[in-house]
């Protein structure tokens, strides 16, 4: 009975939201700034166009840009810094905004560098409502007055090089102008990207842009937050004055609602599809923190446990907290697998701090590819395969996907979780072992050999190609015995030396040369590709699909065994990634699966980097983050450890009530964890 009255629960939150209304439900354009790094166009209240400045460094390193939005009249200034990975150098943005005619926005961008570094690109990103600009399209005009014309989605085909102006048309024919000067290159993923700065960016030589919107219609423009007006009936609202002191008795705390310290009563293990503690289930929800926040200063640590233990927070999951040295946590200078003593002490004591308040951790390590300093070539001697240790960079970065290939990528990824399991953390006389606050291992962060980055590693590493091959080789030879009784199997030599369009030129693949290597990614393993465009290599496809599951299997199981010998005995789970649909899909939940709980992430909306979205969950059945229900496994727990509605979307209130009610109510979901 309960169960209905949740799902009764959710519905009615949904009802409220579809009424509550907006001071811009009708009306002309209006345009804002959301934050320093972005500016939004709504149309009828709704978003229509959004320009984000985003930025990546060598090796597509993702730079988020920190700052502020200044005020200036009926002007605006947007200020963005970003630190280009291990070069040092800071990257400073500047936007000056100012509305130039009813119709026309004027943007002069800014873009300078401390010092000389390499970048993959800077860019401004015009982000498109998918709603409003279904069959729309992008019309270009270069330099020389040559015009492209891209139907949209734009997807990854690009608008042209050295585009001087081009329009981006919506479905109902309604035009908005864009112009550059200079003329720029303007790719797209999705989004247009206007390309602001890339390669190699010289301190001496700022990159300035200035770029015109000229819009379907009239526009009103809200230089800032202070000029925005305020719903109807804001006058009647009260005044929410909080205040800092979270321990102080509240009609809304629910500290002690958390049973004090965590893992008093033992360690929370799993059985079948339950998480259990002091013998009975338990439900864990928390959120992220992220890179050096992980390991914050004592002060700030104690009021994050405080606050966090106020509003019911009993996990949290500490994620890329080795992602890299300073602001990207607590590695060492120029290993990735020792940690700086100051920084790791400052997370041992958050850790205590989150223990005594009832609060559980789960430990992610890294994003996913490992970023390995010049002390790690001790261990991965192929180690510039991948890239190389130039001066004033002193961290190179694996493909995706490479460490189930390599055993010393797994040694090293192995090595740095070990040396924390180890480590007694003196704020609790524990071992990260030893200690049951920590609930969770998660072994790697949005990887699968099965994805679309498999062939990556294979392609940047010789040294892996070698071995990979081998082993496969080897694999066949158990099956086929022969190299004449593996190409009948596989449908003959047109299966062999296939990949040349994927970036593998003919080796003359044979078996007794040991050089046939298990290529593929879930467009080559879908059902519908291997009876149509893959059926010459079917047979080959579906040995290298089995193959490199297994391979991942390894990986995993070697893992499981040495944080066990490390004497660390709470649940451990594999990775959080999908590998497609189908076939691929299906093996790769199964791997998981084999591990422990199963973990899935789920981002449900737009978003400037893809698509515009505002739309409410409930509006397809199960769409959005409700559709990760689909990948629960019959006798393991299931999480989420990230997901959000992502930005802009005033549905976001939502979220909590449906995960909560409908995902760990109804459907038996066991963690959440809020990006």
């Known amino acids: 009975m309960r169960r209905s009255f949740l799902l009764i629960e959710v519905l009615l939150i949904a009802l409220i939201l579809m009424n509550v209304g907006s001071a811009w439900a009708e009306g002309n354009l209006v345009v804002l700034p959301e934050n320093h790094s972005t500016l939004v166009v709504l149309r009828d209240g709704q978003p229509y166009l959004e320009l984000n400045f985003v930025g990546w460094g060598p090796n597509w390193a993702w730079m988020g840009f920190r700052g502020e939005v200044q005020e200036k009249g009926d002007a605006t200034t947007l200020v963005g810094r970003a630190n280009a990975g291990s070069s040092g150098a800071e990257i400073t943005l500047t936007v000056d905004v100012e509305q130039t005619g009813p119709r026309q926005l004027s943007l002069q961008t800014d873009l300078r560098t401390s010092k000389d ?56 024919g309604d035009a908005t102008r864009v112009g550059l000067k200079p003329s720029r290159d303007v790719a797209s993923d999705n989004a247009v990207r206007i390309v602001l700065a890339a390669g190699t960016f010289k301190a001496d030589a700022p990159a300035k842009t200035l770029i015109t919107l000229d819009l379907p219609e009239a526009a009103t423009y809200y230089a800032g937050s202070s000029q925005v007006p305020q719903d109807p009936g804001f006058d009647d609202w009260f005044e929410f004055t909080p205040d800092t002191d979270h321990t102080a008795p509240s009609e809304i705390g629910m500290q002690d609602w958390l049973e004090k310290p965590a893992g008093r009563r033992g360690r929370i293990t799993r059985e079948g599809d339950r998480l259990i503690y002091g013998g009975r289930p338990i439900k864990l929800w928390g959120l992220n923190l992220c890179y050096s926040t992980c390991a914050p200063e004592k002060e700030l640590a104690d009021k994050r446990a405080d606050f966090y233990a106020k509003y019911g927070i009993n996990a949290v999951r500490l994620h890329k907290y080795a992602d890299g040295s300073g602001w990207a946590g607590i590695q060492s200078e120029d290993s990735f697998v020792e940690f700086d003593p100051e920084g790791l002490d400052r997370m041992d004591y958050q850790i205590a701090q989150f223990k005594q308040h009832g609060i559980y951790v789960k430990l992610s390590s890294h994003f996913g590819s490992q970023k390995l300093g010049p002390g790690d070539k001790k261990y991965v001697p192929y180690i510039e395969e991948f890239g190389s240790f130039s001066t004033g960079k002193n961290r190179i970065t694996t493909p995706h996907s490479a460490v189930h290939y390599s055993p010393e990528l797994q040694d090293v990824q192995i090595r740095q979780m070990v040396n924390l399991l180890k480590h007694k953390n003196p704020h609790t006389g524990l071992t990260y072992a030893e200690d049951p606050a920590v609930a969770f291992l998660e072994i790697i962060n949005e990887q699968s050999i099965l994805f679309y980055s498999s062939m990556a590693p294979l392609k940047a590493s010789p040294t892996l190609r070698r071995y990979v091959g081998k082993r496969f080789c080897g694999w066949l030879r158990e099956r086929y015995d022969t190299h004449d009784k593996l190409e009948r199997a596989w449908g003959g030599k047109p299966a062999m030396d296939s990949f040349e369009s994927e ?10 040369r040991d050089n046939i290597l298990p290529l593929g990614n879930p467009w080559f393993w879908d059902p519908a590709q291997l009876e149509t465009s893959q059926a010459f290599r079917k047979q080959r496809l579906m040995d290298s699909l089995l193959f490199l599951y297994e391979l991942q299997n390894e990986f995993f199981a070697r893992y499981v065994r040495a944080v066990r010998e490390a004497g660390y005995q709470g649940e451990v789970l ?60 019959a006798d393991r727990p299931f999480m989420l450890s990230e997901w959000i509605h992502v930005t802009p979307n005033e549905w976001g209130v939502e979220g909590p009530a449906v995960i909560g009610a409908y995902a760990m109510g109804l459907q038996g979901w066991d963690v959440s964890f809020l990006f």
Request: charged share 20%.
């Open 503 to 512: 970036g593998f030129p003919p080796v003359g693949e044979h078996l007794d």
């Open 117 to 172: 570094t390499e970048l993959t690109f800077i860019v401004a990103e015009l982000g498109m409502s998918a709603e409003r600009f279904a069959g729309g399209k992008v019309v270009a005009i270069g330099a020389d007055g040559s015009t492209k014309e891209t139907e949209l989605p734009l997807d990854k085909q690009g608008v042209g090089d050295g585009v001087g102006r081009f329009t981006v048309i919506d479905s109902a």
């Open 574 to 633: 594999s990775s959080n990634w999908q590998a497609g649909r189908a076939l691929s899909h299906y093996y790769n939940l199964h791997s998981d699966a084999l591990v422990g709980t199963v973990d899935r992430h789920n981002y449900f909306g737009g978003g400037s980097r893809t698509r515009i979205d505002n739309v409410t969950m409930l509006a397809v059945p199960g769409s959005g983050i409700l559709s990760s229900g689909m990948q629960q496994v």
